[in-house]
């Protein structure tokens, strides 16, 4: 507000006095403050934080207040990346805390121009036209990027997709006004030592846009948002949490488990309805909160026991796991192939400060950041061709629900979530249509977390896998009838639960020596005699 000032001489309880040096009587004169001369003008105070990649190793982002004036107001939202420019000047001191300071000013910056950064903005240098189809023109494109997450951490190429697939993201939809989210959640559950924290990291420092807090040093204000009062105008003010701030990105909690029951339940309105309703201290407002949630939780007890369920051993509703797309357990099993090329991995990096040469080429980061924000300016659509196996895997996937003795709760958030995968798919190949190939990649997926939930599956499948395969085509041929089988429909039955192609052809040649079934001439059908 620019204020104007009248001099009056007679004012017996002035609100502003001067010592006029013009007049000879050395008289005191008074300001009185006239509003009909001033102009009021829109004022608005932001507090900027330092990127997360430019912060050094072992050091606190630091904070600057930033006053915008006129125009400038409502430029930015919380969680934005902007470039701003401006006057830096103290902040002069008053009364007692003038004693205290000394010389020492607060400062702020006066900005005369705001710029929000787009996503291309943020990320490292975006990728031209020539270098995007080089790309999409790889072999085992898929593969290759999943294996550029972490390559440092072995193995765990499976969770390694499905964190690629929450990075692009799906569709958002809003028929009729309902609003069904795009953005993919994900759980991670293990045993301590199994690099889930590292996996949430490196996540955090390839997005350009995320925010990485742990559950025991979350409360529900810091997550959400937090009520505090302006320390210039004395009113009531909302500070954004690490979800507000991660808007439009990802927020990697770790710790998950540790939380307090009253700061979990602030989320799952987060990850369904991907807004945070706020009614604290008289301010009734809903923050947009549209972020992707990348969870890691240790079980109760230590380890994770396969004896009991899933709630039991994190102790988390089943409210809230609903709401994850995947929920992965990652166990720490003791084998010996696996321990020693483990091993040898660990000794490499720690020898050499960098992974092993391996078959697949690694994207570098800037690479992998400029290729995933690509990927997510594409909307691609499920055609209707798709509708009726989508529709009957989702079937089959509650039928198999009902007879497990455990742990996953199919329901149709389920069939969500395999929309919101097959599009991410799609959208890896800068396509604009969700094929056959995306949707059963999707199920694959996702029969894999189950699998790893479920621990009669994981020794059925160790233990006997030609046995289980085996009954999978007869379950195939009792559910059409006929003893003539399409090979691509065993095979994609078998994929989807967890199978690899060379078990399949392992087990249908065995059992083919053995006269129980038989394939023809063009390998293209699998007859049971």
Known sequence: MDQFFRNLTYALHPTARIQSLRI?????????????????????????????????????????????????????????????????????????????????????????????????????????????????????????????????????????????????????????????????????????????????????????????????????????????????????????????????????????????????????????????????????????????????????????????????????PAALLSRFDIIWVIRDTADHDTDLKLAEHI??????????????????????AAFVMKCKQYNPVVPESLRDFIVSSYVHMRKESRTETDCTYTSARTLLSILRLSTALAKLRCSKVVLHEDVQEAIRLMESSKSSINPNDLVSKTNRPHDVIFGIIREIAKDLSTKKLEFEEVKRRCLMKGFKMDQLLKCVQDYEELNVLHVDKSRSNIILI
């Open 24 to 316: 000879f009587n050395r008289t005191v004169s008074v300001l009185h403050f006239q509003t009909r001369g001033s102009k009021f003008i829109k004022h608005q105070e932001l507090k900027v934080q330092e990127l997360a990649d430019q912060v050094p190793p072992g050091h606190v982002p630091r904070y600057l207040t930033v006053v915008l004036n006129g125009e400038l107001t409502r430029t930015a939202v919380p969680g934005n990346h902007v470039i701003i420019t401006g006057v830096f000047l103290p902040v002069a001191s008053k009364g007692f805390r003038q004693i205290v300071a000394g010389l020492v000013a607060e400062t702020y910056i006066e900005a005369h121009e705001v710029i929000v950064c787009s996503h291309d903005e943020i990320t490292h240098s975006p990728l031209d036209a020539i270098q995007l189809k080089e790309i999409l023109g790889m072999d085992n494109l898929y593969e290759r990027l999943a294996s550029s997450i972490a390559p440092e951490i072995y193995g765990h190429l499976d969770i390694k997709k499905a964190l690629l697939l929450l990075m692009v993201g799906g569709v958002d939809q809003s028929p009729s006004g309902l609003k069904i989210r795009g953005n993919i959640n994900i759980l991670l559950i293990g045993d301590p030592g199994v690099a889930k924290s590292q996996l949430l990291s490196y996540v955090n420092r390839i997005f350009p846009r995320s925010q990485l807090t742990t559950g025991k040093g979350s409360s529900g204000v810091g997550l959400t948002a937090a009520v505090l009062r302006d320390p210039l105008t004395g009113d009531l003010v909302l500070e954004g949490g690490a979800l507000v701030l991660s808007d439009q990105g990802i927020c990697c909690i770790d710790e998950f488990d540790k939380m307090d029951e009253n700061d979990r339940t602030a989320i799952h309105e987060v990850m369904e309805q991907q807004t945070i309703s706020i009614a604290k201290a008289g301010i009734s407002t809903t923050l947009n909160a549209r972020v992707s949630i990348l969870a890691a939780a240790n079980p109760a007890y230590g380890r994770y026991n396969p004896k009991r369920s899933i709630e039991k051993n994190i102790q988390l």
């Open 347 to 368: 000794m490499y990096v720690h020898k050499h400060k960098a992974p092993p040469e391996s078959q697949v080429e690694h994207f570098p980061i800037d690479t992998f």
